[in-house]
């Protein structure tokens, strides 16, 4: 099967899709052309409304299912993402530009990985017993009700499914808002849901920029927000969220770094980088952008680095062979286009790349700058895009406060055959997620987020869990109740 470009519509509200053609015309571009491949329409507040009143409606049948019905569904959704798994690629690398061969393996892959793990994790979920003398306690681990999710637009497929497979084990409904620039799989990953037995209003899909997304979050009717975005929009969802005193996940940029000690097997190290930087096009939030190189290794490293960069692959993202695509959008290439300036106007060393490409679509070249230094701004700010800034550094406590003194805090990575070092430096970094000898895993089984401006909660494995239920204590006493009068 094939799925059409263009959807039946631009939202998916109460188990239907729906559209209103009174929102704003939202051009769907296929990065690799710069052609609309799609049109779809901004949600208008009476679609806000009804994905609002269906998900707390659905919500109350939903939560009354046992845990174990529930994941039936989940891992149902799964089953079917697997089997359609090719045709939801190819949207998904419509959609974003991003190789085939990256989506056939690591986006509605993912989605399904997380369905079926928390589906797996729904029949499980309990409270406990607290015995407290002749009396006791127990808890019950409740849902919060409506959760909205909002998603960047790197990994649309994945990011509907990390918010919604715990939300919706805990026994919660979801009103999604993909990015504005790639809406199109999160609809068929709901249509999916729903077709595995999700009641109808369980799983949304509106469509629409930051202000459908402020609305949603500013509702009465809603109880949980996790957004995925940057630091700026980051700030702007808590705001607003904790008007309403809402639970939050923030899952949000990173200035990461990815230290190389001299005695690290040097093609690991490089391919480390390499996933690090230039998979999906650098558009990954946990990228290892500050590279900090040992002295002793640095000119091997960047030897090394250039000739591997000559199995890029820069083309078509629908042929297989393609490992480098576009950029998202024009504009996000303008600004990685000004960020190399940038870099090299503050003297950095442009060592490969730095150009936009001339053909059609959002084409740039995989770009490596040296003798970065701290306090340049593309070692300062999240570039979003594939630019790798090697950073040289000498001892190992230097390295570890150097690779602290940014504001963010979402990932780290070290290169050592030394694992007591290995495990030290990681011990001393201040990041959420954390690499040893490898770069940006992501199994669904360990938890992922950020520490400092990089987040709040975390997606993935068990701990997402907490991010998506409460606890009700309950007090039971067995004896007499001693009152003064
Ligand atoms: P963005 O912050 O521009 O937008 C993210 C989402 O927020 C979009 O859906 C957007 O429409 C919405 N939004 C914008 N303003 C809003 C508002 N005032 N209220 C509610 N919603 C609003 O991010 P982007 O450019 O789409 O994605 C790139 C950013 O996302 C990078 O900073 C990247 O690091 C980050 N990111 C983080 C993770 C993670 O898990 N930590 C994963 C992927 C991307």
Not at 422 to 436: E, L, P, S, W
């Amino acid at each position: 099967m094939n799925y059409d470009l263009q959807p039946p519509a631009s939202h998916f509200v109460d188990g239907e899709y729906v559209e209103d053609t009174e929102g704003t015309p939202l051009p769907v571009i296929h990065p690799a052309t710069g052609k609309t491949i799609a049109t779809l329409h901004e949600a208008t507040p009476a679609i806000i409304d009804r994905a609002l009143d269906a998900a707390r409606r659905a919500q109350v049948q939903w939560a009354a299912m046992t845990g174990a019905a529930r994941g039936r569904v989940l891992r149902c959704a799964a089953d079917i993402i697997r089997d359609r798994n090719h045709a939801l690629s190819v949207l998904e690398t419509w959609d974003t530009g991003k190789p085939l061969q990256e989506t056939l393996v690591a986006d509605a892959a993912s989605a399904a990985d997380a369905l079926e793990y928390f589906g797996g994790l729904a029949g499980t979920l309990t409270g406990e017993h607290v015995q407290l003398g002749e009396n006791w306690g127990y808890t019950v681990r409740e849902p919060l009700g409506v959760c909205v999710g909002i998603g960047a637009w790197n990994y649309p497929s994945q990011i509907i499914a990390w918010k919604s497979a715990p939300a919706l084990a805990c026994g919660n409904a979801m009103v999604f808002k993909p990015s504005e620039t790639t809406p199109l799989s999160s609809l068929r990953i709901a249509e999916i849901l729903t077709e595995a037995g999700a009641p109808a209003g369980l799983i949304n899909v509106v469509q629409g920029a930051g202000s459908v997304g402020h609305a949603l979050v500013t509702d009465p009717r809603v109880d949980k927000v996790s957004l995925t975005g940057s630091v700026g929009t980051g700030r702007k969802v808590y705001a607003a969220a904790a008007e309403g005193i809402r639970n939050v996940t923030m899952e949000l940029g990173g200035k990461s770094p990815l230290i190389v000690f001299d005695d690290a097997d040097l093609d690991n190290a490089v391919g480390g980088a390499i996933m690090g930087n230039f998979y999906s096009t650098g558009q990954i939030c946990s990228n290892g952008t500050r590279v900090f190189v040992q002295k002793g290794l640095k000119q091997a490293f960047l030897d090394r680095l250039a000739e591997r960069l000559k199995g890029v692959v820069m083309g078509d993202p629908l042929d297989e062979a393609t490992n480098f695509g576009p950029m998202v959008s024009e504009r996000q290439r303008e600004i990685v286009l000004s960020y190399i300036a940038k870099g090299r106007a503050e003297g950095a060393r442009l060592i490969t790349g730095g150009q936009a490409v001339d053909r059609d679509g959002f084409f740039i070249e995989p770009t490596v700058l040296a003798d970065v230094t701290d306090d340049m701004t593309i070692a300062r700010e999240e570039i979003f895009g594939p630019v790798l800034s090697v950073l040289d550094f000498e001892t190992e406590d230097e390295v570890i406060a150097r690779a602290n003194d940014t504001e963010m805090g979402l990932s780290a990575g070290v290169f050592t055959r030394d694992l007591a070092r290995a495990h030290r430096v990681i011990g001393k970094v201040k990041a959420g997620t954390c690499y040893v000898n490898s770069y940006n895993d992501a199994p669904v089984e360990l938890p992922f987020g950020g520490s400092k401006l990089s987040g709040v909660g975390r997606e993935n494995s068990k701990a997402a869990i907490e991010h998506y239920s409460q606890l009700k204590s309950v007090f039971v006493r067995m004896t007499d109740v001693d009152a003064p009068f």
